[in-house]
């Protein structure tokens, strides 16, 4: 599966969280009339929780997504972007609320007022930045190697010679490997292969009645 390895999950976060912080913590103050560093604190405190939990979500979002569609996180469509960020705010308005009533000693109102202008604006900002990173540092598909066959071209001149010699089709070309890199060759094509052996079958057969 193509999917981003832990290191990329952590950066990811980090980043994210790191831009949500500088963006929040002057609306915070702004609206609890409270000085910068407690805001920055109250703020901090949060974005340790989602930053434990956002690599979680986007995960479980993110292979839920390649398991049902097949599809990237990197391309992943507009729509589906949405409800990305909507339910990753949603999951951490319910994570953090305790933390806004029990440790930073708000009232459940304005906790909750609290919460869902976080929601509003970290759904947006989510949207916003993850479209963003997905541009910048998008997932690397994973490429299946070519099956290879286990004969080299050697074996297989080998192996057609012995059918012409056995069946008096005639001599292989000299380069056996160039014929097959602009023709396949009758004795290994599956689809005729039936046919070819019942033909010569019946040549042989007449041979040696004759």
């Given at each position: ?27 915070y ?6 000085p ?6 109250v ?28 599809r ?24 953090t ?50 099956a290879?066959?286990?004969?080299q ?33 009758r ?24």
């Amino acid at each position: 599966m193509a999917l981003r390895n832990f290191r990329e999950r952590v950066f990811q976060t980090l980043s994210f969280e790191f831009g949500g912080l500088i963006a929040v913590t002057p609306i915070y103050a702004a609206s609890f009339h409270t000085p910068a560093v407690g805001s920055a604190s109250v703020i901090a405190m949060l974005s340790v929780a989602v930053i434990i939990w956002s690599p979680l979500h986007n995960a479980v979002f993110d292979w839920a997504d390649l398991r049902l569609t097949g599809r990237l996180a990197s391309d992943r469509p507009r729509g589906l972007r949405m409800v990305h960020a909507a339910s990753h705010e949603v999951t951490s308005l319910i994570l953090t609320m305790p933390l806004l009533v029990f440790v930073a000693g708000l009232e459940v109102w304005h906790a909750l007022t609290l919460e869902i202008v976080l929601t509003a604006f970290y759904t947006i900002y989510a949207y916003i930045f993850h479209l963003g990173y997905d541009r910048l540092r998008p997932v690397a598909p994973q490429v299946a190697a070519p099956a290879s066959s286990d004969r080299q071209p050697d074996q297989i001149a080998g192996i057609c010679s012995k059918h012409h010699a056995t069946f008096g089709t005639g001599n292989p070309p000299a380069s056996h490997a160039d014929r097959h890199q602009s023709q396949r060759c009758r004795c290994h094509d599956p689809d005729i292969q039936l046919q070819d052996f019942s033909r010569d079958s019946d040549r042989l057969h007449q041979r040696r009645n004759a």
